[in-house]
């Protein structure tokens, strides 16, 4: 067989018949083009390429290189450089069948991709995008050579880094924008969203360039008239959720006044009974999410009688589907990060109890059960800030509880975080909490449990300062949470500078238990308070941080000897009362030192 293919390729009087007889032989069976590969023959049609029978060489070539056998034997005889030479002159017709082969030799095939780029291939590409573009609708002839230009420049660019940076060196982005606008061939539109995606990834510069170009509308238009087609919209949704793009309040705000999230809550709802759709419908609910995140949207959001995404939200959380209950908690996390908002949220029947509900459900996988728990537990965290939220969310505290200490670090630091902002201002969920000995050990027990996790070894401190700052608690429970040794890690607290709210807490606390205490409270606290004061005095520590730190020194110096001073506290008063910026820690300073001058 291939013998017989080298004869005739021979003969140019017949070669036109031949060529449609090759043609039909790898058409029916792609397979069968690994027999005629011989050398001879991919030489011979690589020189076609460069003759008036390019448009069928090509065309032979493209379907060959369907089969990955055949791929590799045509990039390593070479056949790519010709049909990047042909790219650049090629008649339409031409050009589609060029692109159609380079396009499949590049499937999955990086070592092609590179022959392309090293070929002048990401310039040829984008000079013919270029002179091709259209500028107003597309015609259906323009969409069919549009259509293998854009797969063949879309295939080269998939994970190929440094093909991506070629073709914005060489400013495609405005190109493609023209067949963002004006095309109206669908695999066109998915393609060309599809290659801006991979160039947004590569950063801030890139989508500063894409916010310029209006890309955010014009990606939201197509979504709003493409809503029956899914490829176009999932690479449209891709697009919009970029990172880069949906982290910026101006894009979040575009997005909002476009209209699209109407658009968005009606995909997540058509998509919910399809499980095909899974993946529009996770895109869709990550973009609807990063937006209400927005505070200014929310309130906007909020008050969107028309949108009513409270309700939405609330119907996600009470469906079936494990995903879109996360997505409800988390919209109702983000509407609640105002008072007024959670003091209105909390009076919508049932909301409480959905998120409980949300908490309580059994889930298919640990991660989807720490993603959504999560985000039940930050819904619920950020309406218990709100005062008027507190009594609506106390009566599950025993449900919040036993996430304090569960398994999966994730909730523990979401839950610590729900139940200190519901202790705040709440004495008597304080006293609760506080009298559960072996609850309080725990939570010491998380900080050495979970070292490496910042939010718990920021959050447990915090929670332990709330239980003793607003409870009523008699000496004798006082001393109980002391053995369990809470106070090195409020003490932990006043040492964070860069956190000054923290170092007021945890001073607080400690001034707090001296009150409760009495002579007890300064007998604890004696052997390690002042070296913690010392590092409250010197002049870079907040002023309000200084003074409640005088204040600890105030309290407990009483009976301190100069020899007793190991922390050069009495050199920080010496200093301290000759200042001249900071007279409040001033005037302290002088009284501490003439009351009791370590002597």
């Known amino acids: 067989m291939p013998e017989v293919h080298h004869q005739l390729l021979r003969r140019p009087s017949i070669i036109d018949q031949h060529l449609a007889a090759l043609l039909l032989t790898v058409s029916i069976e792609v397979e069968a083009g690994s027999e005629l590969l011989t050398d001879e023959i991919v030489q011979r049609l690589a020189g076609l ?79 013919r995008l270029e002179e091709l573009r259209p500028s107003e609708p597309s015609t259906k002839s323009q969409n069919e050579v549009h259509y293998m230009l854009c ?27 023209d067949y963002l606008k004006h095309s109206t061939d669908g695999g066109v539109l998915r393609f060309v969203l599809n290659i801006i995606n991979t160039f947004l990834d590569h950063g801030e510069e890139v989508a500063e360039k894409a916010i310029a170009l209006n890309l955010v509308c014009v990606t939201s238009d197509i979504l709003k008239s493409r809503k029956d087609d899914d490829t ?4 449209a949704l891709d697009v919009l959720g970029n990172f880069n793009l949906l982290e910026k309040p101006l894009i979040q705000m575009q997005l909002y006044q476009s209209g699209i999230l109407n658009h968005i809550v009606e995909i997540i709802n058509t998509s919910l009974d399809e499980t095909d759709n899974f993946a529009i419908e996770r895109i869709a609910s990550e973009i609807l999410v990063l937006v209400v995140s927005h505070d200014g949207i929310a309130q906007l959001v909020f008050e969107d009688r ?19 209950k ?38 298919s996988s640990d991660e989807m059960l720490i993603k959504v728990k999560h985000a039940a537990l930050s819904a619920l965290r950020n309406l218990s800030i709100c005062e008027s939220a507190k009594p609506k969310i106390v009566p599950h505290l025993e449900t919040l509880l036993q996430y304090v200490t569960c398994d999966k670090p994730m909730l523990v630091f979401k839950s610590v975080g729900c139940v200190r902002s519901l202790t705040r201002g709440n004495a008597q969920v304080a006293q609760t909490i506080a009298s559960n000995i072996e609850l309080v050990q725990g939570l010491v027990e998380l900080v050495d449990k979970y070292k490496y996790h910042n939010g718990i070894q920021g959050e447990v401190p915090r929670l332990l300062c709330t239980l003793i700052v607003e409870g009523n608690h008699p000496p004798a429970l006082l001393l109980k949470m002391i053995e369990c040794k809470v106070i090195p890690l409020i003490l932990h607290l006043t040492t964070t500078k860069e956190f000054p709210q923290l170092q007021v807490e945890g001073w607080l606390t400690i001034q707090k238990v001296i009150h409760t205490l009495g002579d007890k409270g300064e007998c604890v606290l004696r052997d390690d308070i002042l070296k913690f004061c010392e590092g409250s005095l010197d002049d870079q520590t907040n002023p309000n941080v200084r003074i409640l730190a005088l204040n600890i020194i105030r309290l407990v110096s009483i009976g301190i000897t100069k020899d007793h001073d190991l922390y050069d506290i009495a050199d920080h008063l010496d200093r301290i009362s000759l200042s001249t910026t900071d007279l409040p820690a001033k005037q302290l300073a002088t009284e501490i030192k003439q009351s009791h001058p370590f002597n």
Not at 76 to 95: D, E, G, H, R
Not at 232 to 235: C, D, I, P, T, W
Not at 331 to 355: C, Y
């Open 49 to 127: 390429l460069t003759s008036s029978r390019a448009e069928q060489a090509a065309e032979i070539i493209a379907e060959m290189a369907k089969a990955e056998e055949n791929r590799i034997v045509l990039i390593q005889q070479q056949v790519i450089p010709p049909l990047v030479s042909m790219v650049k002159v090629a008649t339409p017709s031409q050009l589609r069948q060029a692109c159609r082969a380079i396009g499949n030799m590049c499937f999955e095939s990086q070592s092609g991709r590179d022959i392309v780029l090293a070929e002048g291939g990401i310039s040829a590409l984008i000079n």
């Open 151 to 177: 797969g063949s420049f879309h295939t080269i660019c998939m994970d190929h880094e440094e093909v991506q940076k070629e073709a914005m060196r060489l400013n495609a982005l405005p190109v493609l924008m």
């Open 232 to 235: 176009v919209k999932e690479a």
């Open 306 to 324: 028309e949108l009513d995404l409270t309700k939405e939200a609330m119907s996600w959380m009470k469906g079936y589907q494990e995903h879109l």
């Open 326 to 363: 996360g997505t409800g908690a988390l919209v109702i996390g983000n509407l609640a990060t105002s008072d007024l908002r959670s003091s209105l949220l909390v009076e919508e029947p049932g909301l409480v109890d959905n998120l409980v509900n949300v908490l309580n459900c059994d889930y």
